[in-house]
């Protein structure tokens, strides 16, 4: 237990390495992560980050944080392919640092009084758990907590299979001085308010070698629920900060930091746009000038209005990805393309009209679902086309917890309830019908031409 009258608690917390046949560093930061540790900062306790996907390592070879707008490849390492995946034609590895760099870099810190890991996607288990026995192995007695999104979607797997001592499952909050005294034996009164998103101070992103873009989130949940989708699951509240302060938020890391490139992770950016996108862009574009927007993370396409438009291009948007199958109010669990593609074509019109070129805008178009054809699949691809815009394959992972779930557990080749691994989209695990490597390749192919 920490002494509370002479020690400051000293947290490590780490963002796993991922295992898979392939990752990139796609705008992808542990941002739930470094909120907490901002959060524990400002009760007092000292923080320690160790980043296994880190691209800017000091002993790595000098990776450029200027180019593709951030973006950019990890290091990784051959690995053999989990069991019953030996056949498919793609080479599996490790992602992240080399594992002799995290032990030297665990070596060098004073021994934690907690560690706190983070999981992303839930086929990516694997890297969490050999991050844990790594930790387990250097700081054998330290109590480990893990959260995150595979800890919530797969929590039972999560208690057999990582070796962590505690699971949390769900977002945090207030819960997190619960955590310290629980483990640490840590007491402290809250520091700030958790329930507002605005007095949350800004995550701990300086705990980084380099910072090459910045994630914000300006609002948390949806309000859909799509089949496909597990967001109502991982944030079941929807709550919105204060557009100003979002832009006093990228005001300061551009200011601090000389950072250019945000990349919004809302889940439903554009949704009640008159009380948020709408004041939120008027305000980026009166106040940031020369900064870089993204929306990786789809955004609503019945809400992007010829206003809307005009401002995401007046304010710096580069990088808009929509949801060709993101739910609308009326037909929110369909997810044949068709039904949206009135409010998609005058998206896309909006979009082409306010100045975006077909490069920046980009449809994901769900590939790999049950049930879906492949004929499906290159209508959809070729109507995306026609309207002047890029069709971007988004291969469709099974999540538990999503109405589509037991539909993809019923079709696919593999025993996806026994093991996360097999929900891995790059392995299409629903895909049956006509499926080959080759006439997957020739799908992509025509994204492309
Ligand atoms: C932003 C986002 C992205 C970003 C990158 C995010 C990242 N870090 O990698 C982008 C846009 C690049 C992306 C891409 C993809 N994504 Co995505 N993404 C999200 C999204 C919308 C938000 C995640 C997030 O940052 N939330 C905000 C933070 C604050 O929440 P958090 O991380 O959960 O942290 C909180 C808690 O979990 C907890 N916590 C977290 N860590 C810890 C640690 C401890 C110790 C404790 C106690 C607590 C704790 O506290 C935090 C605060 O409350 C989620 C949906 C969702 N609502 O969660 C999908 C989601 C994670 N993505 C998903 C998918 C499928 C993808 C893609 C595969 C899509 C595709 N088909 O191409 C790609 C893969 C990209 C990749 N990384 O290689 C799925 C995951 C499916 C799965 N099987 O796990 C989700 C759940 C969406 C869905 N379809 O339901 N994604």
């Known amino acids: 237990m920490v002494d509370v009258k002479t020690d400051r608690p000293h947290i490590l917390l780490v963002n796993p390495w991922i295992h898979d046949f392939a ?26 980050y160790i980043d296994c996907l880190d691209r800017f390592h000091p002993r790595a070879p000098g990776a450029d944080p200027g180019r593709r707008n951030g973006r950019g490849p990890y290091m990784k390492t051959p690995l053999p392919a989990p069991p019953g995946l030996e056949t498919l034609p793609r080479r599996f590895s490790r992602y992240g640092i080399p594992t002799d760099w995290f032990e030297r870099d665990l070596r060098a810190l004073s021994p934690p009084d907690l560690i706190m890991v983070t999981s992303v996607m839930t086929y990516w288990y694997p890297g969490v758990a050999e991050t844990v026995r790594a930790l387990k192995q250097v700081f054998p007695t330290t109590p480990l907590v893990l959260g995150g999104i595979y800890a919530t979607l797969c929590r039972a797997h999560a208690e057999t299979h990582i070796g962590a001592d505690t699971i949390v499952s769900g977002p945090v909050d207030r819960g997190l001085l619960a955590i310290l005294e629980a483990h640490i034996g840590f007491q402290t009164q ?23 873009y910045i994630p914000v989130l300006t609002s948390l949940g949806c309000p859909f629920r799509c089949d496909y989708c ?23 890391w551009h200011r601090r930091y000389g ?20 004041p939120l862009l008027e305000a980026l574009v009166r106040r940031t000038a020369g900064l870089r927007f993204h929306t990786p993370n789809a955004l609503h396409i019945r809400e992007i209005s010829p206003q809307i438009a005009v401002l995401m291009r007046r304010s710096g948007f ?6 060709l199958e993101t ?12 039904l949206a ?15 975006f070129s077909a490069h920046e805008v980009g449809a994901y178009l769900l590939a790999g679902l049950p049930d879906q054809s492949l004929n499906a ?15 971007i394959l988004a291969y469709y992972t099974p999540i538990p917890h999503t109405a589509l779930w037991e539909r993809a557990v019923a079709v696919s080749r593999y025993d996806l309830e026994a093991d996360p691994i097999y929900t891995n989209n790059a392995i299409f695990p629903c895909q049956r019908e006509a499926f080959s490597w080759e006439a997957l390749a020739r799908l992509k192919r025509l994204t492309l031409s």
């Open 327 to 338: 739910a609308a109010p009326d037909d929110g669990t369909r997810l044949d393309h068709k």
């Open 341 to 355: 593609r009135h409010d998609f074509e005058s998206a896309a019109r909006n979009l082409l009209a306010a100045g």
């Open 190 to 212: 809250p520091a700030f308010d958790f329930e507002d998103l605005d007095d949350w101070p800004y995550p701990a992103f300086d705990l980084q070698h380099q910072i090459a």
């Open 318 to 323: 580069a990088t808009v990805r929509l949801g």
């Open 377 to 391: 699949l290159e209508d959809a691809i070729l109507s995306v086309k026609a309207m002047g815009i890029r069709p």
């Open 230 to 252: 597990a967001a109502h699951r991982l944030q079941p509240r929807r709550r919105r900060r204060d557009p100003l302060a979002v832009v006093a938020e990228l005001e300061y």
């Open 259 to 278: 950072v250019r490139d945000f990349v919004f992770y809302d889940d439903a950016l554009l949704v009640d746009a008159d009380t948020h996108a709408l």
């Open 23 to 48: 990752a990139y560093d796609v705008w992808a930061q542990p941002l739930g992560l470094l909120q907490l540790g901002a959060g524990l900062r400002r009760h007092g306790c000292r923080i320690s």
